[in-house]
């Protein structure tokens, strides 16, 4: 079992590598960084991270041959960034082991949530589906049926949905919220958790599904199902 | 060095000359065949005529005795008793004829010394028995003739040959004047220069013809490319230099903490437009080398137009603007001639354009839908929409409402031109459509 604290930055730009850390330890990950692919892989043989990001680019070993290697010992779960969008670039990343891509320039809280999602895919593993009232959340497509019919629902949308519902009746605060469905409470507005709780009562106002969402004042939010 | 590697005019010189030696060849052969025939034939012909004076003088006169034979002719005339009435053949012609019975015959012999002739015998029948008559001719003159002309067909043969040589040599170097001409006009060409098409309708002029075609296609894909870097190089002054204005600011509002909170924020602005103007060119261009045959299931699709709207609503915060979506798609593994990536990079343009173009309090409600298989995407927005006159030109780069409020919108003119460019690219169409109030774009993308 790898530590589920622990993240190597496999980047061979300071800059980069410095931000990536900036980012990684207030959100209470103990980050070790490495400069080229070879001592990455070293790194990751070391520490056993949960969750390793690795820059496509870099000289010596590439990102596409560090997967490879790191794959070769270590189920860590693999992060490619890449500056380059380019469907292919992404498959053979994905080929070589990698579990999520994300191209450049990203923002710091889509990179903290893709961490997340990555750890937490991680510990929670098996369950796959959701039940709240009459709406099924399937975590695999990430889709969701209200009543049996398809509700059409973004992805942060079904993230909110999904961590409201995975402890329905309990009351969530707004910085429990980001830090689930965004990934961080540091750089985002938390203005954003009414805005797509709105989204989603508008959703979820006109089906028969027994689920609504109830503001907790002072607290944040929290899921009722009617019996 | 093999034939391939000559040049051209060695090949066809050397080519002309193996044809004409061939050709050459054959006709002296077959004349000198003629000749020796008919050299050969007058070789018979005297001799027999040396025999046919005798056959009349014995017919005449068959009790007298047989006249004596001119000087120099050769001839041998036996009796039917088997008397030599006359001799003045050589000793070795005598071996070979004078005990041979009488034939009408002719063949040729060569005696001890080399020396060829030519026998012809008669047989005579008369009254008293049969004679035998030979007469022999030297074939040494018709020979000599022969060597002669052999000389003759040879020395003409090969003058003829280097005569058409040199000639084929010449005729290769005028042919192909014209090409080297042409070679080295191409080789002085500026590069926003053609090729001089020469006037004559031939070879020369299709492959002056098709090279000028050819180089007006580089050369305009070179002009685009060059506007291409240049409008880009412009377009990401603007907001450099906001960026750069809105950091100075920044270190001088350092202690003031909100007005440093709002200048990083427009940093951030500035930065945001930068990132979405270089991923617009770096998708331009991939379009433009036709390099991508990405296709796309209708899933993926959804997940791109869905994480989009994320986005979105993400730049829509602080502006109090609504982003409402709906999806209706019945089959998911439908197949689109996108890379999905880029489909997310067509809506992100559609939503920066409806953003930028609403005031606070507006709302904008896109749709991703099935129409008969076709993939219909809708952004549509409550803002003011477009001018009338602006709509034609809109898809095209850089093109802007009005040019002298270029950075009012934030706009970088390439948003839609990038949506153009990759529904054509899926084999679909982008629409633009003025529903006062505000706009709607429609991607219609026909199922593969």
Redesign the interface.
């Known amino acids: 079992m790898p530590n589920p604290n622990v993240v190597v930055v496999i980047e061979d730009d300071v800059d980069i590598r410095s931000l990536l850390t900036a980012i990684l330890e207030p959100a209470g990950f103990v980050v070790h960084t490495a400069v080229d692919g070879s001592s990455g892989v070293d790194t990751v043989r070391r520490t056993d991270p949960a969750v390793t990001t690795l820059d496509v680019s870099m000289p010596g070993l590439d990102g596409f041959e560090t997967a490879r290697r790191i794959r070769q010992f270590s189920d860590t779960r693999i992060l490619m960034v890449s500056a380059r969008v380019d469907a292919t670039e992404e498959r053979l990343a994905r080929e070589a082991g990698a579990d999520d891509y994300l191209t450049k320039p990203f923002a710091f809280a889509e990179f903290s949530a893709r961490i997340r999602a990555l750890v937490r895919r991680d510990s929670a593993g098996a369950k796959s589906t959701l039940r709240i009232g009459g709406i099924v959340l399937d975590a695999a497509s990430v889709r969701a049926t209200a009543n049996g019919t398809t509700l059409p629902l973004s992805s942060k949308e079904f993230a909110l949905l999904w961590t409201l519902g995975a402890r329905a009746g309990e009351p969530l605060s707004r910085t429990e919220i980001l830090q689930e469905v965004w990934g961080t409470s540091q750089f985002i507005d938390p203005q954003v958790v009414d805005q797509y709780v709105s989204y989603l009562r508008r959703k979820l106002e006109p089906l028969d599904t027994g689920v609504s969402i109830v503001t907790v004042r002072g607290v944040g939010y929290r899921i009722e199902v009617a019996p | 060095m093999s034939f391939g590697r000559l040049s051209i005019r060695a090949r066809i010189t050397l080519g002309s000359i193996a044809v004409a030696a061939l050709l050459l060849l054959v006709a002296l052969i077959v004349v000198r065949a003629q000749v020796a025939t008919i050299l050969s034939a007058a070789d018979a012909t005297l001799a027999q005529s040396d025999l046919a004076s005798f056959e009349q003088d014995i017919t005449a006169n068959p009790d007298e005795p047989v006249d004596d034979p001119g000087t120099g002719v050769l001839v041998y005339v036996k009796s039917p008793g088997g008397a030599v009435e006359v001799n003045t053949l050589p000793h070795d012609i005598i071996d070979v004829v004078g005990d041979r019975p009488a034939t009408d015959e002719q063949f040729a012999f060569t005696d001890d010394e080399g020396r060829t002739f030519l026998i012809v015998g008669r047989s005579l029948d008369t009254t008293a028995g049969t004679w035998a008559l030979w007469s022999a001719r030297s074939t040494s003159s018709s020979e000599l003739a022969l060597r002669g002309l052999d000389g003759v067909l040879v020395v003409g043969g090969i003058a003829l040959l280097v005569g058409f040589a040199v000639a084929s040599w010449l005729l290769a170097t005028a042919a192909l004047r014209p090409v080297t001409a042409m070679r080295k006009q191409a080789e002085q060409l500026e590069p926003d220069d053609q090729l001089p098409v020469p006037p004559t309708r031939d070879e020369l002029a299709d492959l002056a013809t098709t090279l000028n075609r050819f180089l007006g296609q580089v050369q305009a894909a070179s002009v685009r490319e060059k506007q291409m870097v240049s409008d880009a190089a412009h377009e990401l002054r603007t907001p450099l230099a906001a960026l750069k204005t809105q950091l100075e600011l920044a270190h001088r509002d350092e202690g003031d903490a909100a007005a440093l909170a709002r200048q990083l924020r427009s940093a951030e602005a500035s930065?945001e437009r930068l990132?979405s103007l270089a991923?617009n060119l770096?998708?331009l261009s991939r379009l433009e080398s036709h390099e991508?045959s990405?296709v796309s299931g209708a899933?993926a699709l959804?997940?791109e137009f869905?994480?989009s709207?994320?986005r979105a609503?993400?730049l829509a915060?602080?502006r109090t603007v609504a982003v409402?979506?709906?999806?209706?798609v019945d089959d998911e593994g439908a197949r689109y001639r996108i890379?999905?990536?880029?489909f997310g990079?067509l809506t992100d343009n559609l939503f920066s354009n409806a953003l930028n173009a609403l005031p606070p309090g507006g709302a904008i409600s896109a749709a991703l839908s099935q129409e008969g298989g076709a993939l219909v995407l809708t952004v549509a927005d409550d803002g003011p929409g477009m001018p009338d006159d602006f709509l034609a030109v809109a898809f095209e780069r850089f093109t802007r409402p009005d040019a002298s409020r270029t950075t009012s919108t934030g706009g970088s003119g390439l948003g839609l031109a990038l949506v153009d460019a990759l529904a054509r690219e899926a084999g679909g169409t982008a629409a633009l459509e003025n529903t006062r109030p505000g706009l709607r774009v429609t991607v219609t993308l026909p199922k593969m």
């Open positions: 930065v990132a991923s770096l998708e991508s990405a899933a959804i997940d869905t994480g709207v994320d609503r993400t915060i602080g409402d979506f709906d999806v209706r890379d999905s990536q880029a990079r």
